[in-house]
């Protein structure tokens, strides 16, 4: 059992809330998708709106444009969910 299944045990599943209540000062967040009636059914996207991705120059006869971002947010997720906690620290277990 993962540590968010067995933390929505015991509160149920943590509220998504929407794009709008998203701020900087929440940082990275996972990203969900609604449809309207559903999820989207993807794995959510970990990050922010802010995120850039990496920028490429882009040379198109010699002359140089951009940089042009890719990776960055996709821009269609609708709401989000706070990280869950990292796991305990590891005990080294005899042998490894």
Not at 23 to 43: F, H, M, N, P, Y
């Amino acid at each position: 059992m993962t540590l968010l299944s067995r933390v929505e045990a015991l509160t149920g599943p943590e509220e998504a809330l929407p794009l709008n209540a998203w701020s900087e000062d929440d940082g990275d967040v996972l990203w969900w998708c609604w449809t309207g009636t559903d999820w989207l059914g993807e794995a959510p996207y970990v990050g922010s709106p802010l995120d850039l991705g990496i920028g490429y120059p882009i040379v198109v006869d010699g002359q140089t444009f951009g940089p042009v971002y890719l990776g960055g947010w996709p821009g269609y997720h609708t709401h989000w969910t706070r990280l869950p906690p990292m796991p305990a620290v590891l005990r080294a277990k005899e042998g490894t």
